[in-house]
């Protein structure tokens, strides 16, 4: 569904990404995983539209979209979660949701049910102000808020960091239900590796901005964690 190919990224005269492929197949959970500071979040930013690639290809569902505006992505069916969240915190949680129903063009302007029955607290706290919500909810919301697009593919970038474990296991039972239920396929940025294990399918890893091993995650063997990923 979703596809890089020799892609390089540059801050300044900073190489950062290195030639990196990355294929993320449809209905499946694909993982992007490596230690802080090596690329992970660049290379989500490239996928979205938010950093333009010096070189290489961004492709989804065939078609290449390297230099598609960020919102047209949306259009198309891509999802994001950013890592911090990033919901409005003045704005009511029916407001944070309704934001993302600008970019379903030609679709109902409604928010869809299914965010309700994932996330049954946020209608109960539709009037309540983002920045009111405990973390945890406002993980929910970030999550809902890109779920209103009814993307193919939903992409979350640390959707666990600083959560409490409860919340932790909702998000992971929601991912499972969202492939297992309506086909989606889910790009995931994580460091936790019991949960990775839980809800990915593959996995890939960045270090030092290149891509250094990938394959099914019953391949993430302690050898790749040791070199790669232990701090």
């Keep these: 569904m979703l596809s890089v190919a020799k892609l390089n990224q540059f801050y300044g005269e900073s190489h950062t990404l290195w030639d990196i492929d990355l294929a993320v ?4 959970c694909t993982c992007l995983m490596g230690r802080n500071g090596v690329g992970k979040t660049t ?10 690639p010096r070189s290489g290809e961004v492709l989804f569902e065939g078609r290449g979209i390297s230099r598609t505006p960020v919102e047209k992505r949306a259009d198309m069916g891509i999802g994001y979660v950013p890592q911090g969240r990033q ?5 009511t949680v029916r407001e ?51 779920l209103v697009l009814e993307p193919r593919l939903l992409i979350l970038d640390e959707p666990t960091e600083g959560i409490q ?23 995931l940025v994580e460091q936790k590796l019991k949960f ?36």
Excluded: W
Excluded at 25 to 28: C, L
Excluded at 87 to 91: G, Y
Excluded at 177 to 183: A, E, I, N, T, V
Excluded at 198 to 227: M, S, Y
């Design 196 to 231: 990775v294990r839980a809800v990915a399918d593959c996995f890939a890893i960045l270090d030092r901005g290149r891509a250094v091993a990938t394959g099914p995650i019953d391949g993430l063997h302690e050898g790749l964690i040791k070199e790669y990923l232990t701090v």
């Design 96 to 146: 944070n949701l309704e934001i993302g129903l600008a970019c379903r063009k030609g679709k109902k302007k409604a928010i869809p049910e299914l965010v309700f029955d994932l996330f049954p607290v946020l209608r109960e706290m539709l009037s309540r102000r983002g920045g009111d919500l405990s973390g945890g909810q406002q993980q929910q919301l970030a999550i809902g808020r890109a």
């Design 165 to 187: 474990p409860n919340i932790v296991q909702e998000i992971g039972e929601i991912i499972g239900r969202l492939q297992r239920d309506l086909g989606m396929t889910i790009l």
């Design 25 to 28: 197949a449809a209905g499946q």
């Design 87 to 91: 919901i409005f915190p003045l704005l």
């Design 43 to 52: 290379l989500l930013s490239c996928i979205m539209g938010l950093l333009v």
